[in-house]
């Protein structure tokens, strides 16, 4: 039993990275077999060079996130572009055009004082939100976060061109943020949540067991080498990963401790970044504060092992086939955009967890509506779905958030 993600790495490369499999193996006791571990030559070989520097000053290691830091905001594009398509970037979405109203109406209906965006892009959202509520002589503070420089400036620019400068609290990135505590905070993540990497984590016990390993990346003469991430090296990022705790830093424990990875070397896609961004945030804003989380549906894992979803690329959205070729991706490195759909039921549980007490959910486009009282043609057949977390009635300093395992939906057998 294989589920099809599994196969294709399979069939393309086993790896050779000896010395650092057999070290763990050692440590643990465990070995029996090599992990699937892809060696790929990365095309840019300038982006090769700038990779391979970032590992020297991270350990000689990457985690997936960290790879992911470097790559994905050249592949936004302002190395990667023609001129023309400069103006816009590769991850943009046409959001703006079915939320600005639907949150401006909102806004003033909840009477919110505040509107802070995580992922704001361009800023095309907030600028027609704040022309809308605007015209309707609605004042609003903003705040919006986003991690790429260049989208930063576009969102300030855009926002002074258009007057709104006295509007904007701050845009900076989340580790900048500084929340007025004063009013309730309307948080919108459109289409950005699911933009936040996942780590790769797997198993190096031979009848499978709690995640206990996770799997990073060397860059070395212009090769992508995945490596198993050695303790002490996982303890150099301040992060560790021990009896199903995943620590970082001296910020958050992340309990994995009920999972069972079914086999050796599976992987899990773990989303440690979404976790912690969702507690930050609810740690950050006031009590009664609301999330609303905008973005493409996404199942629960298949197969047997607990894969929460391995990346999509935007070109594999738009095409037909579903997951993209890690090996493709890596090899490409920097030319290609990719995000990591959420898994709805580890998303629920992990906003009642952090002190919300009502989370519902609806398709992206019938919610849209039917906050601005428009009627959704019937049936419409929707791929986003929009999520809102309600009665934010604890943010007390949580540390330990204890992360169920999904279900896993369907079993493929060949
Ligand atoms: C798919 S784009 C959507 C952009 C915009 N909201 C739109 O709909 O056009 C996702 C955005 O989230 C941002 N993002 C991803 N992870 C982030 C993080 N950890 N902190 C801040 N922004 C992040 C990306 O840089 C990107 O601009």
């Not at 790879?67 to 990667?80: D, E, H, L, R, T």
């Not at 493709?328 to 992990?350: I, R």
Request: aromatic share 10%; proline share 4%.
């Amino acid at each position: 039993m294989y589920n099809n993600y599994d196969r294709k790495i399979r069939s393309h490369y086993t790896m050779d990275n000896k010395d650092n499999t057999a070290e763990l193996a050692v440590e643990n006791n465990t070995y029996t077999r090599e992990p699937n571990l892809i060696t790929v030559p990365i095309e840019n070989t300038d982006l090769a060079k700038v990779l391979e520097l970032e590992c020297a000053a991270k350990g000689e290691i990457l985690t997936f996130p960290e790879y992911a830091s470097v790559v994905i905001p050249i592949a936004y594009g302002f190395q990667g572009l023609s001129n023309d398509e400069r103006t816009s970037f590769r991850g943009k979405t046409d959001i703006h055009t079915r939320w600005s109203t639907a949150l401006a109406q909102y806004c003033i209906d909840k009477n919110y004082q505040q509107l802070l965006e995580f992922g704001c892009g361009d800023g095309s959202l907030v600028e027609n939100t704040l022309s809308i509520l605007s015209s309707k002589k609605y004042k609003i503070k903003y705040t919006g976060i986003e991690s790429i420089l260049p989208l930063r400036q576009q969102t300030e620019t855009r926002l002074k061109k258009a007057g709104f400068e006295a509007d904007v609290n701050q845009i900076t990135t989340l580790d900048n943020l500084k929340v007025d505590t004063t009013s309730p905070v309307l948080v919108v993540f459109p289409f950005s949540l699911d933009s936040v990497t996942p780590s790769i984590l797997t198993t190096s016990k031979i009848y499978g067991g709690m995640p206990d390993t996770e799997i990073g990346i060397t860059v070395k003469n212009g090769y992508l080498i995945e490596q198993l991430i050695l303790p002490n090296q996982l303890k150099f990022k301040n992060r560790g990963l021990e009896n199903g705790i995943y620590t970082v830093g001296d910020k958050w424990e992340l309990d994995l401790s009920s999972w069972d990875v079914s086999h050796q070397w599976d992987r899990v896609y773990f989303p440690s970044g979404m976790i912690e961004t969702l507690a930050t945030l609810s740690q950050l804003v006031p009590l009664n504060s609301e999330f609303i989380i905008i973005d493409e549906k996404a199942f629960n894992p298949t197969g047997r092992s607990r894969v929460i979803l391995p990346p999509r690329t935007i070109n594999t959205f738009i095409g037909t086939s579903i997951d993209c070729d890690l090996v493709d991706l890596y090899q490409q490195s920097g030319n290609t955009v990719f995000y990591h759909p959420l898994c709805n039921e580890l998303l629920h549980q992990n906003l009642f967890d952090i002190g919300f007490s009502k989370v519902s959910y609806n398709g992206e486009i019938s919610a849209a509506n039917n906050l601005t009282f428009h009627h959704s043609e019937k049936n419409i057949n929707e791929t986003c779905l929009a999520t809102f977390a309600q009665n934010l009635i604890k943010n007390q300093k949580l540390r330990r958030i204890s992360i169920q395992p999904p279900k896993i939906d369907s079993i493929i057998i060949d």
